[in-house]
C-alpha cells in the first residue's frame, strides 16, 4: 500500500512539473513572437503582459520609458484618494480661473468653453483628461490636489515606486525634456493596472467611475483597440509625444486591462520611445503588438 501511495505521488508531483513546463512554453512562445516583433525597430520598444493568474511575459518591462498622458491614469488614482480622504465627491464643482486654460496645448475642454472663468464638477475634468487625454484639465487636477508631488507621493506609497509623476503637462510642454521625468517601466504600470482592475476599483465609487473613463477612452483607437474584436473589453489610456532634439518622437503609449470574449484576462503595457518612425507608423506598432497578445489567449 505504501508503495503504490508514493508511486500516485510521484506520478501527480511529474504531471504538475509537466502543466508548469507546458505553461512556461507557452510564455516563452509569446516572448519570442515579441521579440522577433520589436527587434531592428528604429525606435525603443517596452512591452509587460500580465495574464489573469499572474503569469508575466516582458520585453526590456524593467527599463524606464517616458509616459506622457499615460500619467493621467495614476493621476487621476491620487485624485480619487484625495477626494476620498478630503470628503469631496466627484460631483463637486471647482472654481477655474481662465489663467489655468492654456491656449497653446491640447485641450477639448478649451475648445469647448473657451477661455474664461468656469465652474466644473471634478467628474467632467476627470472625464476630459481621461476619455479625452486634455491637458488644461489634467493641470486644473493637479492644482486641486497639491501638485504632481503628491500624485507621486501616493503611487509610490500605494506600492509602485517605479512610477513617477513629476512635471506637470504645462511644464511639459514648456520644457520636452521633462517628458522623460514623468516615467514608468511597462512591468510596473502593468503591475498598477492589475491592481486597479482586480481589486482598486472594486474598493470606492470613485475609483469606479475611473474605470468608466477608461473603457470609454476615445484616444488611441489605432493602438490596443486594433488588436481587438467586437466582445471584447478594453480600459485603457494613451500617451502621445512631440519631436525631441534628435527628431524622434518621445514616445506614443497605450497600456490597459483586457477581458477578451471567451474571458480571459490580462493587463498590457506598451510603450514606444525615441521613435524614428512617424506617429501613423509608430501606432499601427502598438496596434500589431496587441493583436499578437490578443491571439495567444484567444
Known amino acids: 500500500m505504501k508503495s503504490l501511495i508514493c508511486f500516485l505521488l510521484v506520478i501527480t508531483f511529474l504531471l504538475l512539473g509537466l502543466e508548469g513546463c507546458n505553461k512556461n512554453t507557452n510564455d516563452l512562445s509569446l516572448e519570442k513572437k515579441l521579440t522577433e516583433f ?23 518591462g524593467n527599463e524606464s520609458f517616458p509616459m506622457l498622458s499615460v500619467y493621467k491614469f495614476p493621476q487621476a488614482l491620487a485624485v480619487a484618494d484625495f477626494c476620498i480622504k478630503h470628503h469631496i465627491s466627484f460631483s463637486d464643482t471647482i ?28 467628474s467632467e475634468l476627470l472625464k476630459y483628461s481621461i476619455q479625452q487625454s486634455d491637458n488644461n484639465a489634467c493641470d486644473i487636477l493637479f492644482n486641486l490636489i497639491g501638485g504632481a508631488e503628491v500624485s507621486n507621493i501616493y503611487i509610490s506609497e500605494l506600492g509602485f515606486p ?8 504645462d511644464e511639459m510642454h514648456k520644457d520636452h525634456n521633462l517628458c522623460y521625468q514623468n516615467s514608468s517601466t511597462p512591468l510596473e504600470m502593468c503591475r498598477l ?13 470613485e475609483f469606479k467611475y475611473i474605470s468608466n473613463l477608461l473603457e470609454t477612452c476615445q484616444t488611441g483607437l489605432e ?16 500617451g502621445t509625444g512631440d519631436i525631441n532634439s534628435d527628431g524622434k518622437i518621445i514616445a506614443i503609449n497605450d497600456v490597459g486591462y483586457i477581458q477578451l470574449s471567451n474571458g480571459q484576462k490580462y493587463c498590457i503595457a506598451v510603450f514606444i520611445s525615441d521613435s524614428g518612425y512617424d506617429m501613423e507608423t509608430t501606432s499601427h506598432f502598438i496596434g500589431e503588438i496587441s493583436n499578437i497578445v490578443a491571439n495567444f489567449y484567444r
Open 193 to 205: 493596472l492589475s491592481y486597479f482592475n482586480k481589486e482598486l476599483k472594486h474598493s470606492h465609487p
Open 223 to 238: 493602438r490596443l483597440p486594433k488588436g481587438l474584436n467586437n466582445g471584447d473589453l478594453l480600459g485603457h489610456k494613451t
Open 38 to 60: 520589436v527587434k531592428d525597430k528604429d525606435a525603443r520598444i517596452g512591452v509587460a503582459v500580465i495574464s489573469q493568474d499572474g503569469h508575466t511575459i516582458s520585453i526590456n
Open 95 to 122: 472654481l477655474i480661473d481662465k489663467s489655468q486654460i492654456h491656449p497653446d496645448t491640447y485641450s477639448p475642454l478649451r475648445e469647448n468653453y473657451g477661455i474664461a472663468d468656469l465652474r466644473l464638477p471634478i
Open 162 to 169: 517605479e512610477i513617477h509623476l513629476k512635471s506637470t503637462e
